[in-house]
């Protein structure tokens, strides 16, 4: 970091004495003349987003200013010309646009606060913002000014010249006793050193015109009263004796506030860079948790989804798996029924068998039911297939093994080729075939 030291500067003066009636010009230091430098450094900041921060946090850093003023030029915009409707929403729109230049220039003076060092604002209201910091400059006698090269968002690492047009003006328009840093995204892009100086204290002036006036009237004095050589050149060296304490005194005093000034600034650095590189070590374990979490969120969100669709296939063919069970029991209920059914024709004939033999005949007709709808011939083996009727299980199965799938009595499709012996059927056959053969 680059220390500058305010530049002090002794001023030599010339004077005549008339020393025991001869001329002798000797150079005579009469006083010391030193520039005014206003210690204040000048920070031109922009109201959006604090935009301007880099500028000021630089600043702080590398200036090694002790106080520093925020300003900002606000244009304002114009409501309306004498003469028209006034416009209430304008008026509004001005109004926020203020505030929120106050606001920015709150949030500017608390990083001047964080940062330990004394800060003033300033708001101004011009037309133009080149304008209104050349007027400060010169108002105020601004020695120190630091404000952007650019937009940060336009800063390039091969930026070395200034970009904006407000920087540009200033630069060629400035006074030459300004010395102005421009700066972009906390990079120094160039400086304008200051060539003049003007402005000297008023204090050192008016120590110089006394002290001149002290060696004329001293030297009128020893031309009146033919003073000695000796007491002349002795009344010179105490006033160049006292002059050079003084100098000494002075340069020590500034030394001194320089020093400490720079070893303040380098603290403030020091301790900016460790608050830096913590928040950055902050920032960097925050998007690594971050994106650990994120990870992880992907893959249970994954599993997850993975899990809903097997799920919902499991569902699905429990779901097939209930209808074909529903529609199967609804078969077998209907079955059990018709058996039910058979049952009760089988007991009737039994009964009516029972009958018969009471009263045997030879040329009894066997029921239509112990026929087979297939064969048409008396069963032997009946069973019931899944349309409901009975038939011979040589003949039903014959019909399914030439590729049948459907009802041989009302040709619709078979839900399917189960087949379940009808056994009181097949009693009862056969007990007619017994009556039939006695």
């Known amino acids: 970091m680059t220390l500058k030291v305010p530049i002090q500067e ?4 010339v004077g005549s004495l008339r020393l025991c009636g001869s001329d002798r010009s000797e150079p005579v230091v009469v006083s010391k003349r030193e520039m005014v430098m206003d210690e204040k450094v000048y920070v031109a900041v922009v109201a959006r987003d604090l935009e301007s921060k880099s500028s000021l946090v630089w600043a702080i850093q590398n200036t090694v200013g002790r106080e520093f003023c925020i300003v900002y030029v606000h244009q304002p915009m114009q409501i309306s010309a004498p003469g028209e409707m006034f416009h209430e929403q304008k008026l509004r729109l001005y109004r926020k646009e203020k505030e929120k230049a106050y606001n920015s220039l709150d949030k500017y003076l608390n990083i001047c606060r964080q940062m330990n060092v004394n800060a003033e604002k300033i708001y101004m209201e011009m037309d133009s913002v080149e304008e209104g910091i050349l007027q400060l400059i010169s108002q105020r006698g601004a020695k120190k000014l630091v404000m952007g090269a650019a937009a940060d968002r336009n800063y390039t690492m091969k930026m070395k010249d200034l970009h904006s047009k407000k920087a540009i003006c200033i630069s060629r328009e400035a006074p030459d006793t300004c010395h102005i840093w421009f700066t972009c995204n906390g990079y120094l892009i160039c400086t304008r050193e200051a060539t003049r100086r003007d ?9 110089s015109s006394l002290t001149q ?33 003084r100098e000494k005194r002075l340069e020590v005093s500034k030394r001194k506030e320089a020093e400490k000034a720079a070893s303040d600034a380098i603290k403030r650095a020091k301790e900016s860079e460790n608050l830096y590189l913590n928040e950055l070590k902050r920032r960097k374990e925050t998007e690594k948790s971050l994106k650990e979490a994120k990870e992880e969120m992907e893959k249970m969100r994954s599993e997850g989804e993975a899990r809903i669709a097997e799920s919902n296939t499991v569902i699905t063919n429990l779901q097939g798996k209930y209808s074909l069970s529903m529609k199967v029991l609804r078969r077998l209920r209907d079955e059990h029924e018709e058996l039910k059914r058979e049952l009760n024709e089988v007991s009737k004939h039994k009964s009516r068998c029972k009958e018969e033999e009471a009263s045997p005949s030879k040329d009894r007709e066997p029921p239509q039911y112990f026929i087979c709808p297939i064969t048409q011939d008396v069963m032997e083996d009946p ?3 899944a349309d409901g009727f009975t038939y011979e299980g040589e003949a039903i199965r014959g019909w399914f093994n030439r590729g049948h799938e459907t009802s041989p009595m009302t040709n619709k499709r078979l839900p399917h080729a189960s087949l379940v012996p009808n056994l009181a059927l097949r009693s009862a056959i056969q007990e007619w075939l017994q009556a039939s053969s006695s």
Do not use: R
């Open 10 to 13: 002794t001023v030599k003066l």
């Open 199 to 207: 402005n000297l204290y008023a204090e050192g002036t008016s120590s």
């Open 213 to 245: 006036s002290e060696i004329t009237k001293g030297t009128e004095s020893v031309a009146s009263s033919s003073m000695a050589k000796d007491d002349v050149q002795i009344q010179v060296a105490l006033i160049e004796a006292a002059t050079s304490n």
């Open 383 to 385: 069973y019931v297939a």
